[in-house]
């Protein structure tokens, strides 16, 4: 996409920039320069606009490559991570860019190279103007600036085109951005407000009998406790097995839930399992049909069960069974690996303290540490690679937007001059040409989102692991995000461009071109 932009900024640059050097053209042709001196004139000065680029780019591409390479190495916990990118990638990274620019400047360059130099040294022949849509239509706009701007904007369709698609895009990047954080925060919701309801999960060292329970209601600062029972086990379906931990839960459990990712919550069934639908899919597996149960502890007990149903759950491949069913098919008592603890706020470091001196005690988690964990890792993560983007796309906007205001400024001084010397305030011709950008804008403001929602959609489907499976979200607050980017950038550009007219010589501009 940003490739493609920048093809389309050196189109309209160097077809205006042929249009303005018609004279210069011809008088170099008539002094002996051939049709492909010229061309390769306006090809080097294309690659010297991507030399410059490419140059900032490489220094860019490693500051970030080393930032990331320090994140990677601390999240995965790498003794050591050196950046240190190939040679043939910087070739790779000049080449590309050197395609893209000639390809931009192909066109007006074949144009500069075809002109003769007797026409050229004329005057550009004005446009053949016809009956615009408006007209046919018989449409009535008593506003003399806005029937400026249509039928400008008509006779010049693919220009406009062109604007509305890289502000489209710039729209679209910031739409998937910010929808990528959305998806992040719901499955942080599902996953730590709405499934995993305790406040402290205790994991004891190995299996302890239901006589525990009474001494964990006695812990200081807990409030109400339910306990679990974690098994490993190596699940098979025909000839395809995956390992993963069976966790038993009470029926009536209120602190860890199954729910989907539409919130709904799935109900333990008395008999069979529960699992995830990663876990489903990964074992081709079915509501209804039996898979291979082989406890990986213990006396390694195998067994046939059941799959009572399914829960779409983001995160994880789960397998839940009810905690007296497991008890049974382990054929233990009321056995259990840990309990989920509620915990009164004002005692917990009591109730930590105690944990620690208890030896039977093996792994105590804390939900709030855990959740405060994964948002930073989610945070530092993204963040980088999702902030570049957004700032590219704010680029595009702003340099789509003051590209095609400038240009337009470029080709219509003249007749902007003629409206100042008619009457019109500079106000009033500042509007007219920034009116065009800002129609440009509210067209691509809609398809904007919705390629948005369409590129979030598809990449909730195609970014779907054995570790997570990503939600379609999109919030009304990602819609306004990029809604202020193009806001911000039309602005900056109306600026800009605002001055250049506070600037513009009459006098000069008014003159004959002959």
């Known amino acids: 996409i ?18 303005m050097q ?7 042709k008539a002094f002996g320069f051939t049709s492909r001196q010229v061309a390769m004139h306006y090809v ?3 690659l010297l606009i991507a030399s410059i680029g490419y140059l900032l780019g490489c220094v860019v591409g490693w500051a970030f490559g080393i930032r990331l390479a320090k994140l990677y190495a601390e999240f995965y916990r790498f ?49 053949q103007f016809r009956p615009t849509l408006m007209d046919r239509l018989n449409v009535r706009i008593r506003s003399a600036a806005l029937r400026m701007m249509f039928r400008n904007l ?20 910031v739409v998937v951005a910010f929808g990528m954080f959305d998806s992040l925060d719901r499955i942080m919701q599902i996953q730590f407000r709405d499934a995993q309801r305790e406040d402290v999960t205790v994991t004891f060292n190995e299996v302890r009998s239901a006589g525990v329970r009474k001494k964990l209601a006695h812990l200081p600062g807990v409030i109400s406790f339910e306990p679990f029972r974690a098994v490993p086990v190596r699940l098979r379906f025909e000839h395809r097995s995956h390992k993963t931990s069976l966790l038993g839960l009470t029926r009536d459990s209120r602190m860890r839930l199954m729910i989907n990712q539409q919130g709904r919550q799935a109900l333990m069934p008395p008999d069979g399992l529960v699992l995830s639908t990663t876990l489903a899919e ?16 213990g006396r390694r007990l195998v067994r046939n069960l059941p799959v009572a149903a399914l829960v779409d759950e983001p995160l994880g491949t789960s397998a839940y069974m009810e905690l007296p069913a497991l008890n049974r098919l382990l054929q233990e008592g009321g056995s259990i690996s840990g309990a989920f603890l509620q915990v009164d706020a004002a005692k917990r470091q009591v109730l930590y303290q105690r944990l620690k001196t ?9 939900k709030n540490t855990t959740v405060d964990s994964f948002r930073e890792t989610i945070n530092r993560s993204m963040a980088l690679s999702l902030g570049t983007l957004i700032i590219f796309a704010a680029i595009i906007a702003a340099g789509m937007i003051y590209n095609g205001a400038r240009i337009a400024l470029s080709e219509r001084a003249r007749e902007l001059a003629t409206l100042r010397i008619l009457g019109f305030t500079r106000q009033e011709i500042t509007s007219i040409l920034l009116g065009e950008q800002a129609l440009i804008t509210l067209v691509a403001l809609p398809f904007g989102f919705l390629a948005g929602y369409g590129l979030s959609a598809l990449l909730a489907a195609r970014l779907q692991t054995a570790l997570y499976r990503l939600p379609l979200v999109v919030r009304p607050t990602s819609y306004a995000w990029a809604f202020l980017m193009v806001l911000f950038s039309a602005i900056l550009s109306g600026v800009l461009v605002g001055r250049r007219i506070a600037h513009l010589d009459m006098i000069s501009v008014l003159k004959s071109r002959e």
């Open 2 to 19: 940003f490739l493609l932009v920048a093809a389309m900024l050196v189109h309209l640059s160097f077809t205006r920039l042929v249009s």
């Open 44 to 46: 080097q000065f294309s």
């Open 154 to 173: 008509e006779r010049r369709p693919w220009r406009a085109l062109a604007s509305a698609f890289a502000i489209c895009t710039a729209i679209m990047i």
């Open 358 to 366: 208890l030896p039977a005690v093996g792994a105590v988690s804390v």
């Open 79 to 127: 003794p050591i991570l050196i950046y240190r990118p190939e040679l043939r990638i910087f070739l790779w990274a000049g080449l590309i860019c050197a395609i893209t620019a000639v390809a931009g400047a192909l066109a007006p360059v074949l144009h500069a190279a075809a002109l003769p130099p007797a026409e050229a040294m004329r005057p550009e022949s004005p446009q």
């Open 22 to 28: 018609r004279a210069e053209i011809a008088v170099i």
């Open 282 to 297: 990964l074992l081709h597996v079915t509501p209804g049909e039996s898979v291979q149960v082989e406890v990986l502890e």
